[in-house]
């Protein structure tokens, strides 16, 4: 078999040369130059670098011009699955084309089918609809959040007191071009869960829920956040099941959000992939599944390729945390106020950047681009909660000065 491989997920976190046999198969990976040395190492493989400035998919398609057609092709990361789409689909291969990726992708497209399958989502509209009709036309006046369409990690997102006041922002002339690329929704309150798994055939594999502590707006913005998990009730698991369904995803891992309300689960988005930050890590610890692993198992060798999965007891918990510095204006740091944490039992990794070492001043939930991060477990959910209630009131993050 042919496989083509767009790469941008380390293979630290994906385990290729585990998952692919590479002796069996012509595998070409096609990544840009910051993250060749991410790539499997010790395989037969061809490995092409693209320019990173364009478009993705044009890029990979000329990169491998000249080629034999690709039997499979893969895309893991977020970003990479929409130009994955469109290189299957100019390609010939099978698997999921544009139309079937931009109800996990575009906003705008996922809430309109979440709410056609008659869940309750915030009520949304498109920016260019919305400031050529102006707020008087919009079914809600207060708070506001304004998204981009296909962004990612919260980056883009700003609220707003009013729907007035996201319009009257993007209102000026430089925003002219921009407006295509966003949409407005209502901000509905409450907790904030995240619901992560594995689906075949558009039937639950494994599933498990989890609470934010923090938000991913609150780390964009420089604040700390991580989860841990909680019980996955029945009715998160068809909650679960009905937003899936709604928008097409049928195979492969998922990271589902959703707003706890006094009248239940309020969708807020899902993505066909795997979550960030150490999601997977902690969802591996609590039923075995490593989600990146199965998603390429299952789309080269089928169903039967896939481990089983274990539930795990309410005492065996897992969380995960992680510290910002993308917002610090500097590529060193000094991290205080942990000292009573990083000892705890609870604590199965720590992972702390010395003032000597550099840390992204982009935006990034990897554990060794930001200050501080880590998993923690097993413990039952409310011990892991306090834990990072306590740690997030007491960290302190500032610039140091570079290492002479």
């Given amino acids: 078999m042919h496989i083509l491989v767009l790469h941008r997920v380390p293979d630290s976190f994906v385990h290729y040369a585990e998952n692919i046999d590479h002796d069996e198969h012509s595998v070409t990976y096609v990544s840009v130059g910051e993250r060749m040395a991410t790539l499997p ?39 990479d699955l929409l130009p994955a789409a469109r290189v299957r689909e100019a390609l010939g291969v099978p698997g999921d ?27 949304f509209a498109p920016l260019p609809e919305a400031f050529t009709e102006g707020a008087d036309s919009v079914a809600w006046k207060g708070a506001t959040v304004l998204k981009p369409l296909a962004g990612a990690s919260s ?10 006041e996201a319009l009257e922002a993007m209102g000026g002339q430089e925003h002219a071009t921009d407006r295509e ?20 055939g558009g039937e639950l594999v494994t599933v498990q829920a989890s609470r934010y502590v923090g938000t991913c707006l609150g780390y964009a913005e420089g604040r700390p ?26 195979d492969g891992p998922f990271h589902l959000e959703g707003i706890e309300t006094t009248e239940g689960l309020v969708f807020m988005e899902v993505g066909a992939r795997f979550g960030g930050a150490d999601v997977v890590d902690s969802f591996e ?3 075995g599944v490593h989600l990146p692993s199965a998603q390429v198992r299952l789309l080269l060798d089928g169903e039967g390729a896939l481990p089983s999965a274990r539930v795990p007891a309410p005492h065996e918990r897992f969380g995960w945390f992680v510290v910002p510095g993308h917002t610090l204006g500097a590529t060193y740091c000094r991290v205080d106020g942990v000292a009573d ?6 604590v199965r990794r720590w992972v702390q950047r010395a003032p000597d070492e550099p840390i992204k001043e982009t935006i990034t939930y990897a554990d060794t681009d930001v200050p501080l991060a880590g998993v923690l477990g097993p413990a039952p959910a409310p011990v892991l909660e306090r834990f990072l209630t306590d740690l997030f009131a007491s960290v302190r993050v500032e610039p140091a000065p570079a290492p002479t």
């Avoid at 989860?227 to 068809?238: K, N």
């Fill in 41 to 79: 190492a010790d395989v037969p493989a061809r490995r092409i670098e693209r320019p990173g400035t364009g478009d993705t998919a044009a890029e990979v398609l000329d990169a491998v011009r000249g080629l034999p057609k690709p039997d499979r092709v893969i895309a893991l990361s977020e970003y």
């Fill in 155 to 164: 980056e883009g997102v700003r609220t707003f007191s009013t729907v007035a």
């Fill in 285 to 287: 610890l609590a039923t």
């Fill in 341 to 346: 944490f990083r000892d705890d039992p609870i």
């Fill in 181 to 200: 690329g966003f949409e407005i929704e209502e901000f509905v309150e409450g907790p904030i869960i995240h619901v992560d798994g594995l689906v075949v």
């Fill in 97 to 123: 084309h544009e139309k079937d990726v931009l109800p996990a992708r575009d906003k705008v497209v996922m809430k309109s089918a979440v709410a056609r399958a008659g869940l309750r989502a915030p009520r």
């Fill in 225 to 250: 956040m991580g989860s841990m998990q909680i019980d996955t009730s029945p009715e998160v698991v068809g909650w679960t099941r009905d937003c899936l369904r709604a928008v097409g995803i049928t």
